[in-house]
């Protein structure tokens, strides 16, 4: 049998009894015959206490220093899992990212990942050993310093790592039981998805669901590797993330709608009474790209052709709310502008599925569903297997519920359980 | 001017406030204008918080995973102190012991330093940066895996680098001034040393005085390197330990005796009525041996002619005592001893100076002033600069002051002042 990669985040390793539990579940699995390499993340809220013992020693922290700090988190929890695998009676070898040969670039805080040298990893699988690799973390390739790949990046590193070692799957172990056609905070009655397929799952990541992170499925769909998506508090089957082409043409069974996702992080700015000139919105999105904020969405309106004037709205993430406003402000005079707008009281709400290429009327019946809810729809984009709309934040539940019903996604019983508690 | 390497123990960094106050006197080194390199060890009582943290999991945890479990530590420690420096304005780089090129041997734990390739440290200094190193941490020369160098050893990497690199100056900074005459918590008026021979220090360390390891200052005598005992917590001058050579002749002013130092961490063994033959002896330390048993000090008392038989007396590390007793005990029938008496409520009092080599009376001096104070003593050792005796541990205190007083050792008023008070 070939190898299987596990990654375990920090709630399945928050405490002593955690890791533990965590060991045998690894131990079960290589028993099954399995080389086992695990990634796995600091121990409950470590990386957010190094954050705070940082802050308190300075507000600017160099990046290079606070990399070096905040892997120590992984290497915490990656030594306590080798040793409780050895009480168990197994060989196990912890390997920080730089000896597991994770080569980054060097961005600090944000690096990504250059190449994948896994000799020492290998070596410790030939020598029948278990091999604990820290999540989150690298070596810069120029200058050999420690890199980290940014938050919740160890699903990354648990991917690429699989990759690299042409691993038959990776397993994404966290507090839930899989992929939900919908938050089950939002919906009770949201159904677990037995297999969903890497561009879907794309979608939903991109859309606010929180179960994986947008760079981890980039990686799995790059290289084809399929992911599965369980719970490490129980032994039942989660979500299967198969990469497209593995799906091969949609079978009969499969469903049009993969879910519903939302995200509640975004705010919507609005630059009212724009000269209706070519180049002026140009210039408005390249201060903004100058700023290095990501926008999401835009709606420009139909010039009234009495003013000469439109207006132009978009969406980023609220926390470069500020930044974005200033650098807009500083082009009042520039571009000609009336004022400015700023809204944090939206939400994105997205309908996410395959199946939408080879049926038409699902827009319809997903705006027919808000409208019946009354649920009034701000801006909308679309791709070519998602339709997001923006709608006020409150609403945003009534939205998701209405939404999940209409297109009978509906379970017969309540299945989601969250456990654990302590978030990923 | 050159290369000043500072070290810092786990008291002096034991949270914001004090890596904040280390910076500030590590950025006045550098404004001196000297070229600084810095070793940290970790954060207050980390290291053992990270000891239980592993007892939670497993009562034996492998050795190669507790080195990496315990290497945390100073990696955080070494972070905030770089990003404290960085707060006031100058360069810092943190180095981990395997960047900084502290190279070992394979034994977990309690590894010895073969090698030190400082090339980065040497780089990170040329770029006009404060170098800051983990202490206590290497890598093994052939598997490349994390080693410890065992508990207190960031002294022993401090002067190790400070010798490879040619330093000035190797200062040690805990949270007492310096080296004393006594442990001031037994004699309030024991007195700092202002200086005192590597060869003295060397003895004092051997004879239970815990302001330096003993393989912090044989580094030292081995390449000559000064070391500065001194507190983090005040600017005054702290205790010169000057190498023999540099040392030169006695100069007139030097005095007799350094000071005087205790040790209650040993126990004593007296195998009773042992064979008078050739061999017996020596089967009996052979079995400790093969034990890995450090044994201290012995006494071999004259035969009695009538029974042919000798008693044989032993001090060794209480720790060792349970297994020292089984080895011997093992041995019973094949040596015919007669029985075996353990006794660990004893102490050792070691009187040091480099000048009884020339000032006959001192042994004498030091039994009378025992004698007066009521101390019967049980063992004698000596070195060349060194006696010791072996006195019933509840008289270590009387036993300590009184030779103190003999030896116009004590100043005119109390000097020590001990800052802090988590412990080195």
Redesign the interface.
Same mark, same amino acid.
């Given at each position: 049998m070939g190898i299987v990669v596990q990654k375990y985040g920090g709630s399945s390793v928050a405490?002593?009894t955690g =890791? *533990?539990r965590v060991a045998q579940r690894i131990v079960a699995t290589r028993k099954h015959g399995h080389d086992v390499v695990v990634v796995v993340s600091a121990m409950g809220d470590t990386t957010d206490e #190094?954050r705070d013992? +940082?802050e308190?020693? /300075?507000p #600017?922290?160099?990046p290079?220093? #606070?990399d070096?700090?905040l /892997? +120590?988190g992984e290497? =915490?929890s990656? $030594?306590?899992l +080798?040793?409780?695998i $050895?009480?168990l009676g197994h060989q $196990?070898?912890?390997f920080t990212g730089s000896?597991a040969g994770v080569i980054t670039d060097s961005v600090h805080g944000r690096a990504k990942i250059i190449d994948i040298t896994p000799g020492r990893i290998e070596a410790a699988i030939a020598d029948g050993a278990i091999a604990i690799v820290a999540g989150f973390q690298g070596v810069s390739q120029d200058t *050999?310093d420690v890199t980290t790949l940014g938050r919740g990046a160890s699903d990354t590193t648990a991917v690429a790592l699989a990759a690299a070692l042409g691993a038959e799957v990776c397993e994404i172990y966290s507090d839930v039981d899989g992929v939900f056609t919908a938050d089950p905070r939002l919906v009770p009655t949201a159904s677990k998805l037995d297999r969903v397929s890497t561009e879907e799952m794309l979608e939903m990541a991109a859309s606010g669901s929180k179960i994986l992170h947008l760079r981890c499925v980039e990686y799995a769909r790059r290289y084809q590797m399929p992911i599965h998506v369980r719970s490490s508090f129980s032994t039942k089957e989660g979500t299967w993330i198969i990469p497209d082409d593995d799906a091969g043409e949609q079978p009969m069974e499969q469903a049009i709608i993969a879910g519903v996702a939302h995200d509640t992080s975004e705010a919507k700015i609005t630059v009212v009474g724009v000269p209706d000139k070519v180049g002026e919105a140009a210039r408005i999105f390249e201060a903004l790209a100058a700023a290095e904020i990501n926008i999401d969405m835009v709606v420009q309106n139909i010039s009234a052709a009495a003013t000469g004037r439109t207006d132009i709205s978009f969406t980023l993430p609220r926390a470069d709310g500020q930044t974005a406003m200033s650098a807009l402000a500083r082009l009042q005079h520039e571009v000609g502008y009336d004022k400015l707008l700023y809204d944090d009281q939206i939400g994105k709400v997205s309908l996410i599925g395959a199946g939408m290429r080879s049926h038409p009327g699902i827009t319809a019946r997903f705006f027919a569903a808000l409208a019946s809810a009354g649920v009034n729809i701000e801006m909308i984009s679309t791709s070519e297997i998602r339709i997001s709309v923006i709608v006020d934040e409150a609403q945003v539940p009534t939205a998701v519920q209405a939404t999940h019903t209409a297109f009978d996604l509906d379970a017969h019983e309540v299945e989601a359980v969250v456990y654990g508690g302590t978030g990923r």
């Open positions: 405490d002593a =890791i *533990k #190094l013992l +940082a308190q020693v /300075t #600017l922290p160099p290079r220093e #606070l070096m700090l /892997t +120590a290497r =915490i990656m $030594a306590l +080798a040793m409780a $050895a009480q $196990a070898r912890s000896q *050999k």
